[in-house]
């Protein structure tokens, strides 16, 4: 989520220079790690988690309004708003993340944006481990939401890494992309990793979104079944591997950008709202 056009794939190519050559991509995302694999949540008792009952926790969550002044990557057109504000708010035992048409002017931080939304971190960093968020995705063109893995230790990106778990963009709907992303392997080299699923009623459905993070493999998945995974198998060490940190779990709903912006930003079907019923992880 943090970089910028990485749908412009082209042709995805081997860090290493190999002459294998990965296939064209399609229009979106990168295709080149996809894996066909069951998924299944641990029975035991999430090591973190919320299931959303009650005001949003603030132990557990913080508000990212940090860049609405600056603005934000990817050219995207958002003011993200804090805690005073009900973008991000609890109905019926679900989050609500809800991106509007307004311009909030009077805040002091206000960038020149036409839209708002809201952007949450979790206040603990995860690690390896077991991961799954039930969710329910907007679907009007030009919304961009995600479920998502970034460090918070200062490092560069995309040096420190990434790891998309959910992203899908309005245009597009019910196509699902997961992606990792290194200093090695990202959209700015061509080499990005990652795959995508048709999954039907992504937007009118919750479906659980799952990552599996151990020191050798990642793998992503909806309902029970993986489709992309990605090996720790390359030379260039944390290059091609950054992924040993306690990363901070983020969710958010992005409006236009380089790549949920591609065909413009339908103000009619405003609002729109991504739901997530629970957030549950299992330390491994």
Same mark, same amino acid.
């Given at each position: ?24 991509a ?11 694999? /069951? ?7 999430p090591s ?5 009952n ?29 805690? =005073? ?14 991106a ?11 960038? #020149?944006q ?14 390896? #481990?077991?991961?799954e ?7 009007g ?28 963009? #309005? ?6 992309h ?10 700015r ?5 990652? /795959?995508?699923?048709r999954v /039907?009623?992504?937007?009118?459905d ?16 909806? =309902? ?6 990605v090996?720790? =198998?390359?030379?260039? #060490? ?7 940190r ?11 950008g ?6 413009g930003v339908?103000?009619? /079907? ?15």
């Amino acid at each position: 989520m943090k970089r910028t056009t990485w749908w412009l794939a082209g042709v995805m190519l081997l860090a290493t220079g190999a002459s294998a050559q990965q296939a064209e991509a399609p229009l979106l995302g990168a295709t080149n790690y996809a894996y066909e694999g /069951a998924m299944a949540a641990p029975a035991t008792r999430p090591s973190f988690g919320d299931e959303f009952n009650g005001a949003i926790d603030q132990r557990r969550w913080r508000w990212d309004t940090g860049q609405n002044k600056t603005g934000w990557p990817n050219h995207e057109l958002q003011y993200y708003a804090g805690p =005073d504000r009900t973008n991000a708010r609890i109905e019926k035992g679900a989050l609500v993340i809800e991106a509007r048409a307004e311009a909030l002017r009077n805040e002091p931080d206000w960038g #020149g944006q036409r839209y708002s939304s809201a952007k949450l971190v979790a206040k603990q960093t995860l690690g390896y #481990g077991f991961y799954e968020v039930r969710a329910q995705l907007p679907c009007g063109r030009g919304m961009w939401p995600a479920i998502w893995l970034l460090p918070m230790d200062g490092s560069r990106w995309p040096d420190g890494g990434e790891i998309d778990i959910m992203e899908m963009v #309005g245009f597009d709907p019910d196509v699902i992309h997961a992606t990792v992303h290194s200093a090695a392997f990202n959209h700015r080299l061509k080499t990005q990793r990652g /795959a995508e699923v048709r999954v /039907a009623g992504a937007c009118t459905d919750y479906h659980r979104y799952q990552l599996e993070w151990t020191p050798e493999t990642i793998t992503i998945g909806v =309902d029970g079944r993986a489709y992309m995974r990605v090996r720790n =198998d390359r030379p260039g #060490g944390a290059a091609a591997w950054p992924f040993t940190r306690p990363y901070s779990l983020i969710l958010n709903l992005a409006v236009g950008g380089d790549w949920g912006g591609q065909k413009g930003v339908d103000d009619a /079907a405003l609002p729109q709202a991504m739901k997530v019923d629970y957030v549950r992880y299992w330390k491994r």
